[in-house]
């Protein structure tokens, strides 16, 4: 069976949400990958995976690096909630998947409790030693793109909407939330 990774903020973008210019040829391709799978005669299914993070990804080394220096970060708004899984529960969703019954529509896999990337990102500032990171303010946004990537400040505006999404067949996350998730990174950084 085929067994498509995909992204789960494409469910926001799915009930109406604005795209900024930066994110939406990203969002494009990835639909038009999804459509390609769909279309495909074997069969298969496509798995919306949340914002991924784990022990092997760099970006958390270096805002690792970065918060314990003091430096600000483009934290985005507090109330655009996103879904976050650990990369080991993203792999135990992709082989349940590949296990279960193929489908045509999305499926979701998420460690079910979205929450914004500030909260995410200022909980992971705490714990590596930095008690108030600083946010890069949105009036700063012009200058702020010398380092931040504009698609990336545009996915941090998005938030999850639309309905419920219908999840992986057989799949419970072992990281139930992000601080379980952030504390075995920690662990193994």
Known sequence: MLVHASY???RAVEAGEALGRKLAPIVDAALEMEELV????????IVRLGFLYGP?????????LAFRIGRPYWAGPSKALH????????????????NGRPTTRAVYATDGHPVSFQRFM???????GNPLPLHIPG???????????????EMVELGV???????????????????RGIADVLDRL
């Open 8 to 10: 789960a903020f494409l």
């Open 161 to 179: 909407h639309g309905a419920a999404a219908p999840v992986v067949e057989g799949f419970r996350p072992l990281f139930g939330d992000y601080r």
């Open 83 to 98: 879904d976050h899984l650990h990369s080991a529960d993203a792999a135990a969703a992709l082989v349940a998947a590949a």
């Open 38 to 45: 769909r279309i495909d005669p074997r069969p298969s299914t």
């Open 56 to 64: 092997e990804f760099n970006d958390l080394s270096l805002y690792r």
């Open 122 to 128: 200022d909980h992971f500032a705490r714990k590596v």
């Open 139 to 153: 009036i700063s946004r012009l200058p702020a793109q010398i380092v931040v990537a504009e698609e990336h400040m």
